[in-house]
Structures are given as C-alpha cells and as structure tokens.
C-alpha cells in the first residue's frame, strides 16, 4: 500500500496547454512537497505547502488538508516543462514518502 | 554557489565490492538524507542525519552503512551483504527536520 498516489502516471500535452497532476495521500502530514526531477536525474523541489495554495511563475499548488489532496497545474505549458513531477509528504518523526512520479512530455 | 555535490555520476563495480558514494553539502544544513530510486518506483529513505554523530535507520537500511563526522558530509558505503545494489543514490540535505529538501544530482550505481 502506497501512502502518496499520484495521477495520472504518464501525461501528454500539447505546448500551451493547462495541465493537472494530482496527489492523494493516506496520513496525516506536516507538509506536502512537489519535486521535479529532469531526465538527468536531479531534483528540484518546486513547492512546499500545508494549506492553501502556492504560485510560482506558470506552476501552481494547491492542497486540501480535509480531502488528503494536492493538485500542480502548469499554465501554458511548454518542452522545457518535460519532466518526471513527484509528490512528497512529511510526516512527523523525520519521515517522508513519495509517490511514484507523474511523467510530462509537452510537445511543441 | 551552496548546493550538494555527489560523486561520482557513474560508478561501476564487481558484485561483491563495497563502493562508498560521496555526498557533500556547504548549506550548513543540520539534516542529511539518503534515497533509493528504482524504475516504477517512489523515492525510498536508505538513512537519515539529523546531526554530526548521528543517524538513524530508514526503510531498507538493509546492505548499507553511512556515518556522520562532518556536519558537510554524509558519505554511504553499499556493501556486499546488500542483494540488489544497482540503482540511482540520490542524496538531499534540508535545514531542519521536515523542511524542505535539497537534493544532489545523484549517483547512479551498476553492479555486474
């Protein structure tokens, strides 16, 4: 049983279009985290949250602490957004979990 | 320029050999972490640093040692006793506990 569930798992778009990647979570958490991990391997962390909503340029955050959900939109997507998404949660004793990725293809 | 450095990129051994992985960080951040990633598969905690002189077990600690004597460094050896060692070591770092994490560039490791 996976704590962290992410959706979907593969996900095309055209250039410009608004894409959605969606987490579900399964225990109480302190924090949930976005990462972004390029083809090369490397990790980015793109946001942290524990309520509300979060932007940052085209990327935005949302979380629901009641329904155990975050959503990542991209606004006008574009190729250089091409990545692995992966979502992240903390919980207490040091602990984090994470799901399985979410991969994003954006074609021109 | 702060980050995590991880060395090398690629590392090729024998079965068989220990290989210890290099993971250095000038963030001056208290917490050091080592992860796991397989193909399919979400990121898994190997062991975890909250301070010099300390760490403490994660999930598959299994086949892997780690110590602590510098509050920059954070080196993981894989041993002979771990069954499936090939795989992509990422190293993070983070300031606190459950705060966010920086991440190194990985090492990706083939054992034949």
């Known amino acids: 049983k996976n704590e962290v569930e992410q959706s979907p798992q593969n996900l095309t778009a055209q250039e410009g279009e608004f894409i959605t990647i969606n987490c579900s979570y399964s225990v109480g958490i302190s924090a949930l985290h976005w990462l972004q991990q390029h083809p090369g391997g490397g990790i980015v962390s793109l946001f942290m949250?524990?309520?509300g909503k979060k932007k940052h340029g085209r990327l935005i955050a949302t979380i629901n602490i009641q329904e155990k959900h975050s959503s990542l939109h991209i606004t006008a997507s574009h190729p250089r957004d091409s990545a692995v998404y992966i979502c992240?949660?903390?919980?207490?004793?040091?602990?984090?979990?994470f799901g399985t990725g979410t991969s994003l293809t954006v074609i021109p | 320029d702060g980050g995590i450095t991880q060395s090398p990129k690629y590392l090729f051994r024998k079965e068989g050999q220990n290989v210890t992985l290099s993971c250095e960080q000038n963030l001056n951040h208290d917490a050091m972490y080592w992860y796991r990633q397989d193909p399919g598969q979400g990121l898994r905690l190997i062991y975890y640093s909250q301070i010099v002189n300390d760490f403490q077990k994660g999930d598959i600690a299994e086949g892997y040692s780690v110590s602590r004597e510098k509050k920059e460094s954070f080196p993981l050896t894989v041993t002979s006793a771990q069954k499936n060692p090939t795989a992509f070591y990422l190293c993070?770092?983070?300031?606190?506990?459950?705060?966010?994490?920086?991440f190194g560039p990985g090492t990706r490791l083939t054992v034949t």
């Open positions: 992240a949660v903390s919980i207490a004793g040091n602990q984090f979990y």
């Open positions: 949250l524990s309520s």
């Open positions: 993070a770092s983070s300031i606190g506990r459950l705060r966010e994490q920086y």
